[in-house]
């Protein structure tokens, strides 16, 4: 079955950067998009980013455009999630996903497939 392993998580001060990294196994890496969510304490989990099989399309949440790059690499099957000039409001978990398309979609009902999560907290 599809395993999702998320790591790179951890305490980071505002303004400083984590690279989260999430390894597929279980099918065809390539042949499907991979999602990152957010859920913070009390609130509904939230879209990040999301990439098309080829790493060619890429689509970011608002709040983080600018900030956030998500790419991948079909060799390793590993999707990764660089964050900089991080922000207290980004304090969450971080899950990756994926689903049975190639191309971006936002929904979370779209992503039948997650990792545990990793834990990002920023400091203020």
């Known amino acids: 079955q599809v395993q999702l392993v998320e790591s790179g998580g951890g305490l980071v001060q505002t303004g400083g950067s984590l690279r989260l990294s999430c390894a597929a196994s279980g099918r065809s890496f390539s042949t499907y998009a991979m999602g990152w969510f957010r859920q913070a304490p009390g609130k509904e989990r939230e879209f990040v980013a999301a990439?098309?099989?080829?790493?060619?399309?890429?689509y970011y949440e608002d709040s983080v455009k600018g900030r956030f790059t998500i790419s991948r690499d079909n060799a390793k099957n590993t999707v990764y999630l660089q964050m900089n000039s991080l922000k207290p409001e980004d304090t969450a978990v971080y899950y990756c996903?994926?689903?049975?398309?190639?191309?971006?979609?936002?929904?979370?009902?779209?992503?039948?497939?997650w990792g545990q999560g990793t834990q990002v907290t920023v400091s203020s």
């Open positions: 996903a994926t689903g049975d398309y190639g191309y971006i979609l936002v929904s979370l009902a779209a992503y039948p497939y």
């Open positions: 990439i098309s099989w080829s790493g060619s399309s890429t």
